[in-house]
């Protein structure tokens, strides 16, 4: 039996609200990529990923998404 999987489905990344600022964090990682000092920024740090095929979900000061990136491949 083959097993099918979905790679866009695995491979996202969130930015996420932390008390020393905005963080990436990759699913399934134990630790955040980068912690940038304020959400712009880390939105924009977050492009890298989307170019090579994270969806990228950015998420509200309280924890609910404001927004799905999709992946740019």
């Not at 964090?25 to 090579?52: C, H, M, P």
């Not at 990228?56 to 404001?66: A, P, S, Y």
């Amino acid at each position: 039996m083959t097993k099918t999987t979905s790679k866009s489905s695995s491979k996202r990344a969130h930015v996420i609200s932390r008390k020393d600022g905005w963080a990436i964090k990759k699913e399934g990682a134990s630790r955040a990529s980068k912690i940038y000092q304020n959400k712009d920024s880390a939105v924009k740090g977050s492009e890298k990923l989307r170019q090579k095929g994270h969806d990228v979900i950015v998420h509200k000061k309280d924890g609910t998404i404001q927004d799905w990136k999709k992946s740019k491949k």
